[in-house]
């Protein structure tokens, strides 16, 4: 049964880069679309961006200027690096996966609480 | 970006009762229409995409219909497992957008 689980720091200051790590287990992370998703407290939900296991990535216009994802084949996992933070950022971020491009998300991770706070 | 309206933003309801959950695209997006169950302090689980084929493994009481612009999530008979936030997601087109969300709460 494949799992994701997300980790990475739960506190970072602001102006400071947040960076996170989903690790894919139990599959193959070949052929499929990685999101990352965020949810501020108390409010919906927004997507981020995806990354193809061919390295190909597409991100929210809205958040494309500060954000990289990244892709790690041999560890099975995948990043994302959110630069010059605000408060507005914070949020339980989930890392996801569809099938293709245009997918409803099948699977998702737990999700982890990033406050951005100094 | 296109918009995606969900109504109501909550509703109570009864176990057993039968509950619907709107939501409105603010352009055509085909059948590229998805519904998410979340649970508080969970990921959001997939119920149901391409507007109305059910994901593996969900309950029959659940179903989606709608083309277009406008769609609807039906439970059919609320069950104590049910009292949940439900999500709509357009994927027609980057970026995928979210609606704002359906708490439905006991009443």
């Known amino acids: 049964q494949v799992q994701l689980q997300e980790s990475g720091p739960g506190l970072v200051k602001p102006s400071e880069t947040l960076s996170l790590t989903c690790a894919v287990s139990?599959?193959?992370?070949?052929?499929?679309?990685w999101n990352w998703v965020r949810q501020p407290p108390g409010k919906g939900l927004e997507w981020i961006g995806y990354?193809?296991?061919?390295?190909?990535?597409y991100y929210n216009p809205s958040l494309k200027s500060r954000v990289t994802i990244s892709l790690d084949t041999f560890k099975s996992q995948f990043s994302l690096r959110l630069r010059s933070v605000t408060a507005a950022d914070t949020a339980v971020y989930h890392c996801?996966?569809?099938?293709?491009?245009?997918?409803?998300?099948?699977?998702w991770g737990q999700g982890t609480m990033v406050t951005v706070s100094s | 970006d296109i918009q995606m309206t969900q109504s109501p933003s909550s509703l109570s309801a009864s176990v057993g009762d039968r509950v619907t959950i709107t939501c409105r695209a603010s352009?055509?997006?085909?059948?590229?229409l998805a519904w998410y169950q979340q649970k508080p302090g969970k990921a959001p689980k997939l119920l149901i995409y391409?507007?109305?084929t059910l994901q593996s493994g969900v309950p029959s009481r659940f179903s989606g219909s709608g083309s277009g612009t406008d769609f609807t999530l039906t439970i059919s008979s609320l069950q104590p497992d049910d009292f949940a936030s439900y999500y709509c997601?357009?994927?027609?087109?980057?970026?995928?957008?979210f609606g704002q969300g359906t708490k439905v709460e006991m009443k």
């Open positions: 996801s996966r569809s099938g293709r491009a245009a997918d409803a998300f099948d699977l």
């Open positions: 139990g599959g193959s992370i070949s052929y499929y679309y």
């Open positions: 990354i193809y296991y061919n390295g190909d990535t």
């Open positions: 352009q055509d997006i085909s059948n590229y």
């Open positions: 391409a507007a109305s």
């Open positions: 997601q357009k994927y027609n087109s980057a970026p995928w957008t």
